[in-house]
Each structure stands twice: as C-alpha cells, then as structure tokens.
C-alpha cells in the first residue's frame, strides 16, 4: 500500500514502511497510536524485545517513553515508567515491591483512595500501619523486622500535611526499608524527592504537572534496578500509560 498526497507523490509510505527518505526531524513529537509494529519475522520479533524496541503498545511506545525521559530528568533519576493513573502508578510500585508477609508504614492523612489501596493489602498477607508522619517517633514505634515500605506523600493531598523526606528516609535505610514518596502537590519543579533520599517518587501526572484537565496519567522514578522491577509487573498487570494521553503530557514541555 502506498499513501499518496493531493500532487499523487509518494508522501510517507512505501509498502506499509516508513520510508527515512521523506520524513523529516520533527519539532514536535508525533503521535503514535499504532498497537503494534511490523517485524520481518519471529526471530526479528525476539530481537525487538530483546532490544526494548518497539513491537507491541503495552510493551513499549514512543509516546510514553518520551515522557518517561522527561519525568527521568525533571525528578534526576535513573529511570521511570509512565502508569495509565496515579492510582496505578501507587498500585504497580507496591505490589512489585512487597510479597506476603510484609509490613508497610503509611502517612494517616494520605490521598483517600491511596488509604483504602493500602489496606486492600491485608488480603494479601501483607500488613500496614497508619502513623502521623511528621511524629518521627511515632514511626519509629511501628517499624518491625517485617517493614519493607515507608511511604508517605510529600505535602499531602487534601489535609497539606508537610513531611520531612530526609529524615524519614534516614529512618527508613536505618532499617532497611524503602521510602516511597507521591510528590503529586509538588511536583519535580518544587522539590526533588530522590535527591533528599526517597527511594521511589510518585507522581499523577493528571494533576499539576499537567495541569489541562485533559490527561491521566502517572509516573514513577527511581533507580533503573527498581524501575526494572517495576516495568515488569506493569507489562503484565496492563497499567502502561495512553499513548494519546502520554503525547499531551509532553506538549508541556515543548
């Protein structure tokens, strides 16, 4: 199949191929909504994997990836992976980290619905405090052998509790655990959580960041040894952010 403008020239297809001869450097990055992408065969298929190309949506797109790269930067991470919410983007991050028999320390006056996720976890074996995370001795009362997670929201969302991150991931390494950070009312642009010891940042990208009303989306940063753990479960649990979605998201930044 061949696309053909008004003149009747060969405009961008040739053969159902892009052909690099007439596509330019775009100032703008294009939309791609395109499922999948052609392979020449099943080995082809492996290699494109293998290579984190692109060959299927919920794998890899580059839309998505674009704005990973841009939260990467903004947050100075290593890497992140884009969510299709900021609930799932809390959601993908704890169940990649926790297993059955883990104990999570949580802020009381979280994002409601982060509350009620977390305590979806008992069903799971996995058992949660709630503590006021600005009382470092209240926290340090409930860590037990058992805690894997700290986890708290930078300025939290509606009651603007305000947590001190370093403190709190001074007293989560002091055991070994994970501080976990939703910095949604923040933002990269106000404060960067890792660089103040946060294992893992959490944002909704559907909210300030975006800040247009028309998007939802979340993001999660982090070493590339997490983020790989993380994009893995996210591949299988089908929470990988809209392509369309992940497109407006960049134009904020173009």
């Given at each position: 199949?061949?696309?053909?403008?008004?003149?009747?020239?060969?405009?961008?297809?040739?053969?159902?191929?892009?052909?690099?001869?007439?596509?330019?450097?775009?100032?703008?990055?294009?939309?791609?909504?395109?499922?999948?992408?052609?392979?020449?065969?099943?080995?082809?298929?492996?290699?494109?994997?293998?290579?984190?190309?692109?060959?299927?949506?919920?794998?890899?797109?580059?839309n998505r990836d674009g704005i990973a790269e841009l939260m990467t930067y903004l947050e100075q991470s290593e890497n992140s992976v884009i969510?299709?919410?900021?609930?799932?983007?809390?959601?993908?991050?704890?169940?990649?980290?926790?297993?059955?028999?883990?104990?999570?320390?949580?802020?009381?006056?979280?994002?409601?619905?982060?509350?009620?996720?977390?305590?979806?976890?008992?069903?799971?074996?996995?058992?949660?405090?709630?503590?006021?995370?600005?009382?470092?001795?209240?926290?340090?009362?409930?860590?037990?052998?058992?805690?894997?997670?700290?986890?708290?929201?930078?300025?939290?969302?509606?009651?603007?509790?305000?947590?001190?991150?370093?403190?709190?991931?001074?007293?989560?390494?002091?055991?070994?655990?994970?501080?976990?950070?939703?910095?949604?009312?923040?933002?990269?642009?106000?404060?960067?959580?890792?660089?103040?010891?946060?294992?893992?940042?959490?944002?909704?990208?559907?909210?300030?960041?975006?800040?247009?009303?028309?998007?939802?989306?979340?993001?999660?940063?982090?070493?590339?040894?997490?983020?790989?753990?993380?994009?893995?479960?996210?591949?299988?649990?089908?929470?990988?952010?809209?392509?369309?979605?992940?497109?407006?998201?960049?134009?904020?930044?173009?």
């Amino acid at each position: 199949m061949t696309y053909k403008n008004e003149q009747n020239t060969n405009i961008l297809y040739k053969g159902n191929k892009i052909d690099p001869n007439r596509v330019s450097d775009p100032e703008v990055m294009p939309l791609y909504l395109s499922t999948a992408h052609n392979v020449a065969d099943l080995d082809d298929l492996q290699n494109t994997y293998d290579r984190k190309g692109y060959a299927y949506t919920r794998s890899h797109n580059a839309n998505r990836d674009g704005i990973a790269e841009l939260m990467t930067y903004l947050e100075q991470s290593e890497n992140s992976v884009i969510t299709n919410t900021g609930m799932s983007a809390i959601s993908t991050t704890l169940l990649a980290l926790l297993t059955s028999g883990d104990h999570v320390v949580a802020d009381k006056t979280l994002y409601g619905e982060s509350i009620d996720f977390l305590k979806t976890l008992s069903k799971y074996g996995i058992l949660v405090d709630f503590v006021d995370i600005t009382n470092l001795d209240e926290v340090a009362l409930v860590i037990n052998a058992n805690t894997r997670i700290l986890y708290t929201e930078t300025v939290s969302n509606p009651m603007m509790t305000v947590a001190n991150i370093k403190a709190i991931a001074d007293l989560a390494h002091s055991h070994q655990s994970y501080l976990i950070v939703d910095n949604t009312f923040m933002t990269p642009v106000l404060f960067h959580a890792l660089t103040d010891g946060a294992d893992v940042v959490i944002n909704s990208l559907t909210k300030f960041a975006n800040g247009h009303g028309d998007v939802t989306l979340g993001s999660i940063s982090a070493k590339a040894e997490i983020i790989e753990k993380i994009y893995n479960l996210q591949v299988l649990l089908g929470t990988t952010g809209d392509p369309f979605d992940s497109w407006l998201a960049m134009l904020i930044s173009q």
